[in-house]
Nanobody
Framework: DVQLVESGGGSVQAGGSLRLSCAGS??????????MGWFRQAPGKERGGVAD???????NYADSVKGRFTIPLDNARSLPTLEMNNPTPEDTGIYTC????????????????WGQGTQVTVS
């Protein structure tokens, strides 16, 4: 099984920036072979899709984060990250990365492998 671990969470001021990483048991292989997704569960709300990255390099973003959050594309694709720019308090929540060999429909929680999540608090 693929083990995923998120890092980079914490507290950030609104308008700042934060980078979340998703490391796996073989990060480079995962980055080259898997489709990745980032999900967020805000307090009192259901978990929802934030962004995803497919093997062809295409990305998708939730409307609420478009223009602010990105999954940087680099040739190595060694550590899929989620860069959060200009966050707002509405971005507070538990962020979880997920991976699957197959392309997963946007925001569907059908990924085979999941991390435990990392808390992000925006104030």
């Amino acid at each position: 099984d693929v083990q995923l671990v998120e890092s980079g969470g914490g507290s950030v001021q609104a308008g700042g920036s934060l980078r979340l990483s998703c490391a796996g048991s073989d990060s480079e292989y995962i980055a080259r072979s898997y489709c990745m997704g980032w999900f967020r569960q805000a307090p009192g709300k259901e978990r929802g899709g934030v962004a995803d990255l497919n093997r062809d390099g295409s990305t998708n973003y939730a409307d609420s984060v478009k223009g602010r959050f990105t999954i940087p594309l680099d040739n190595a694709r060694s550590l899929p990250t989620l860069e959060m720019n200009n966050p707002t308090p509405e971005d507070t929540g538990i962020y979880t990365c997920a991976a699957d060999w197959d392309r997963i429909q946007w925001a569907k929680e059908e990924y085979s492998f999941w991390g435990q999540g990392t808390q992000v608090t925006v104030s």
